[in-house]
Every structure is written in structure tokens, then in C-alpha cells.
């Protein structure tokens, strides 16, 4: 049972000491802040890969029965008061060795912040390691721990299985964790088509577009394309990054070797509703790459590595489909777009002209 004389140190926003006050005193509701530290343990995709975790990307402890706050509850893998008179450092080296005996890992720093709840109020150290080694959870300490999928936690939220403290912080520090890379459905061809359309720019849409036809012609096009089977922009050839029920972004790829099949849909319902002749189009890919055709994520998610995920689950699809490598154009005024590229090692191939745009074909 946890000792409620003891003493924690008591500090102001910036993790100053001004005073110290008993475990009691600080879990009364007396909302004096005092200092906790956590760490989120990870396994990494080599661990996964050798079996280590097949199930699971998080490791969370279950709270034992007697804790005062929150018996019963699955939490962060460590979580424990600073004592009077420690840092911040030397208590996280502490609680992951008393919890989990771990003593070989290497923290990151992640954010601080404060929490409060109606018993108390914490100056959070917020911490992450990467960790393939065996984990010993306390049976003093804890009542257990095990891996935890996204999907596992995401299906917990909000329904009492897992403190509301971890709820809140994995959402404020592990957000883009939550978002799922998918195969796509029919059912979402509309977002599908307004995220084509934001990776291609109004410009280069209009650029397609018939006299008299606009941006809300191409959006329908596009819609019906994305909902055929036969098309380039298929659903079928699409990936989605999900935020719940929410398509956040996409990646639409295709065998190079099949554009001037898969190109027909295109130049038919062109003609139809957006009255223009695609049917000279210059080739934007050839067979043996995996056509990167269009990549976006919607301005609120973007900067969480949601791009990068995607592009490295059409690397992986590109390796089931026997495809040697992945490639795509992007516009020469696009450095932000070929600088996202080249940080995941994309390298130039040549130089090509697509949608009235000089671009750049890189490879992976």
C-alpha cells in the first residue's frame, strides 16, 4: 500500500522546488503540483520482425487493486513520483528499474506538461525509449503488464480500461500513433478524390478541365474514377491513413507497367465530364517501379510523419507486388515536397513534364 507520509517535493510550472508537502496532503485535492515521470516503452520493427512482439507496439503495466488513484486501470509503462530531494532523470532511472527491470535503455525526452484531475495536480516529465530486451514487471509494484496494438488502445479509449491520464497524454505526445495506415474502401472514394485533387493543386486540375468546366467537375470525375476498379486512381490502388472514421491521408500507387491500361478510365470519363482529349498524354511512369501517382495529407495532420508512414507502406507494397522500386514525379517549384522525398531515400532519376509542370522523377 502506498505510504502516505511520504514526502514529495513541491514546485511551481517550471519544475522549480518551492516546498514539499506528504503523499496524503498532495492526493487530497489540494492541487499542489508536484513532479511525476513516465516513460512509453516501444518495441522497435526489427523486435517485431524477430517475434519478440508480435502483437503489440506499447508496453502498458496494469495498476494492482491497493493503489490509491486508479486501482484496477492500465497505465504507462512507468510512471512515479520524483521524490524530495531527486531529478527529474535520476527518478526515471529509478522507477524503470523498480517497475520493469529495465536498466539498459535510452530515454527521450518528450514534453512537459501539467495535469490535473479532482485528487492532484502533476508536473508531468514526459518520456520515451525504444526497447527489445526482456521486461520483468514488479509483482510488488504492478499487477502485470503486456504489448498493446493501436488498434488495442484505440478500442479502449474512453471506456474505463485505461487511465484517463495515459488517455490524455498518448493523444497529446502519440498522436500520430494513432493514426492507421489501411487498404481502401469504395465507401471512401470521396475523400479519396478531394485529397487526389490537393496533391495535384487546383492549378494542374484546371489545367485538365475543358472550356467551361471547373474544379467541382473534376472532383465528380475524380469520385467516379476512384470508385472504378479499372482506373488508376482506383480505391483498390490506394492506401489511407485513418484518424478513426476519417480519412487523413492517402497514397495511390500502381504498377508502371500497366499505366496505358489503367489510363483508359481516365481519357473516357475525361472526354464525359470534363470535356477535354487526354488520349496524347505523355507517360509519367514505365514498367518496373511502383507509380507513386498521388500523395497528400490534410493540412491538420500534416508535420506528425503521417507522409512518411504512408510512403513507406507503398515501399512495402511495392515489395509483396515483386516490384523492384517506388517511383514518382514531383513539381521542380515543390522543394518542401522533394525535400520529404529525399528524407526517406528518394534519389533523383531524371527530368519529366507532367500536368503542364516541369517535374523531377525520383526513385526508392
Not at 518528450?110 to 484531475?117: N, P
Not at 498522436?175 to 470521396?190: D, F, H, N, P, S
Request: hydrophobic share 35%; glycine share 10%; aromatic share 8%.
Amino acid at each position: 500500500m502506498d505510504n502516505l507520509q511520504e514526502i514529495f517535493p513541491i514546485v511551481d510550472e517550471s519544475g522549480k522546488v518551492i516546498g514539499s508537502a506528504t503523499r496524503g496532503e498532495c492526493h487530497s485535492g489540494s492541487k499542489l503540483l508536484h513532479p511525476v515521470v513516465h516513460l512509453h516503452v516501444f518495441r522497435s520493427a526489427k523486435g517485431r520482425l524477430q517475434g519478440k512482439n508480435s502483437k503489440g507496439e506499447i508496453y502498458l503495466q496494469r495498476r494492482p487493486e491497493w493503489k490509491d488513484i486508479q486501482p484496477g486501470k492500465w497505465d504507462t509503462a512507468v510512471g512515479g513520483h520524483v521524490d524530495y530531494g531527486e531529478t527529474p532523470e535520476d527518478a526515471l532511472r529509478r522507477e524503470v528499474r523498480e517497475e520493469l527491470g529495465i536498466t539498459d535503455f535510452v530515454p527521450e525526452f518528450v514534453d512537459k506538461y501539467v495535469f490535473e484531475s479532482k485528487r492532484e495536480r502533476e508536473l508531468v516529465y514526459v518520456n520515451r525509449t525504444t526497447y527489445d530486451g526482456e521486461i520483468h514487471p514488479s509483482t510488488e509494484e504492478l499487477d502485470g503488464g503486456r504489448f498493446w496494438t493501436m488498434q488495442e488502445i484505440r478500442d479502449a479509449m474512453g471506456k474505463g480500461v485505461l487511465t484517463p491520464n495515459f488517455e490524455s497524454e498518448f493523444k497529446r505526445c502519440f498522436g500520430k500513433e494513432m493514426v492507421m495506415i489501411k487498404e481502401a474502401t469504395k465507401g471512401q472514394a470521396a475523400e479519396i478524390a478531394r485529397l487526389i485533387m490537393m496533391a495535384m493543386t487546383d492549378d494542374c486540375c484546371l489545367y485538365f478541365c475543358g472550356d467551361g468546366f471547373g474544379l467541382e467537375d473534376f472532383r465528380k470525375m475524380m469520385t467516379l474514377l476512384v470508385e472504378r476498379e479499372d482506373s488508376q486512381y482506383s480505391y483498390r490502388n490506394t492506401l489511407v491513413a485513418m484518424d478513426e472514421d476519417k480519412v487523413v491521408g492517402i497514397s495511390v500507387s500502381y504498377d508502371g507497367a500497366k499505366l496505358q491500361q489503367l489510363r483508359q478510365a481516365f481519357i473516357e470519363t475525361a472526354k464525359e465530364h470534363i470535356g477535354k482529349d487526354h488520349s496524347g498524354m505523355d507517360d509519367e511512369t514505365q514498367a518496373g517501379e511502383l507509380y507513386l501517382d498521388s500523395l497528400a495529407v490534410l493540412p491538420d495532420y500534416r508535420r506528425r510523419g503521417i507522409a512518411s508512414r504512408l510512403i513507406r507502406a507503398t515501399k512495402e507494397r511495392a515489395d509483396k507486388m515483386g516490384i523492384s522500386c517506388v517511383g514518382l514525379l514531383v513539381d521542380k517549384g515543390n522543394p518542401l515536397g522533394e525535400a520529404l522525398y529525399s528524407s526517406v531515400g528518394f534519389q533523383y532519376a531524371n527530368d519529366n513534364m507532367w500536368g503542364g509542370h516541369p517535374m523531377k522523377h525520383l526513385v526508392l
